[in-house]
């Protein structure tokens, strides 16, 4: 079966807690979100709807099945996809990337979370970390799942090449407070990284050795200073994995097995997948 036609038998709803989100946005309304449940991608656009308290029409699609329609909103045919009330003379106007869409979001409304700091320095280095996020954790995470035999690189090079990331990632934390990346609070740095973190497991269900973080028994051997990395790790994961906003958009974990499997197999035709596949940067 060609990628393309893989992709494209995606179930069509989400299940669980965001099961129950999808109901809850499904009325009519000027602000639509374009998404698939099971996108990590829409997933951040989704907890900062979720996060800022705003109000929204969540639309599910396929984005391995496009209609016209959506193209029309966006050519790239990527989500999410957010369309916002009509402008002057009633133009439409439609955002797509995600983090460009929560930043948007945190800056044109002010209710709920804010995401990213008021201070110019403070803003500049949460979006500096998001970065790190895209270039090096996000990009891992996807050449971690999509290993296989035949790959110019070996299951353990790339283990310790992303865990070395995390651990960089996990130094610059704050190292009081309650658990955020920031010491201010929960940032758009925890809403760039979350739905990756909360998808580790899937590389631990698929790939032999899994992501490699170590056990409680096995720290007790580490270095003290990185033990207190993974514990300032677990602090992170159980604050994010806790959140409200983020809780709320998480379907049932068998539905995930059935979706990355196509990427553990490394068939996906997500644009995505084939970037990764072809050894460039995210599409």
């Not at 895209?134 to 790339?158: A, D, M």
């Not at 658990?179 to 631990?204: C, E, Q, Y």
Request: aromatic fraction near 14%; charged fraction near 30%; charge should be negative.
């Amino acid at each position: 079966m060609a990628p393309q036609q893989v992709d494209a038998t995606i179930s069509s709803s989400a299940t669980g807690p965001a099961l129950s989100l999808v109901k809850q946005h499904s009325q009519d309304h000027p602000l639509k979100l374009y998404a698939g449940w099971f996108c990590p991608f829409v997933q951040r656009a989704w907890i900062t709807l979720q996060e800022k308290d705003i109000d929204y029409q969540y639309i599910e699609i396929n984005p391995y099945h496009k209609t016209s329609e959506f193209l029309a909103l966006n050519p790239r045919g990527l989500i999410p996809t957010l369309v916002l009330p009509p402008g002057e003379n009633d133009k439409q106007r439609v955002l797509y990337e995600s983090v460009i869409v929560c930043e948007y979001l945190d800056e044109q409304y002010n209710s709920g979370t804010k995401l990213l700091p008021w201070d110019p320095y403070e803003r500049a280095r949460t979006r500096l970390w998001v970065n790190f996020v895209e270039k090096k954790l996000v990009t891992g995470w996807y050449r971690f799942i999509q290993h296989t035999p035949e790959k110019s690189y070996s299951i353990e090079e790339v283990r310790e090449e992303f865990l070395g990331n995390l651990k960089t990632f996990v130094k610059e934390m704050d190292g009081e407070g309650e658990g955020w990346f920031r010491k201010d609070g929960f940032s758009l740095v925890d809403v760039s990284f979350v739905p990756w973190a909360g998808r580790l497991w899937l590389i631990d269900h698929y790939k032999p050795g899994g992501v490699g973080i170590p056990g409680e028994m096995e720290r007790e051997g580490l270095p003290e200073e990185e033990r207190g990395i993974w514990a300032r790790w677990d602090k992170w994961y159980q604050a994010v994995m806790g959140r409200e906003g983020v809780k709320q958009t998480w379907s049932e974990k068998e539905k995930y097995i059935d979706v990355y499997k196509r990427y553990a197999d490394d068939k996906t035709g997500s644009e995505v997948g084939k970037a990764t596949r072809e050894g460039r940067g995210l599409p």
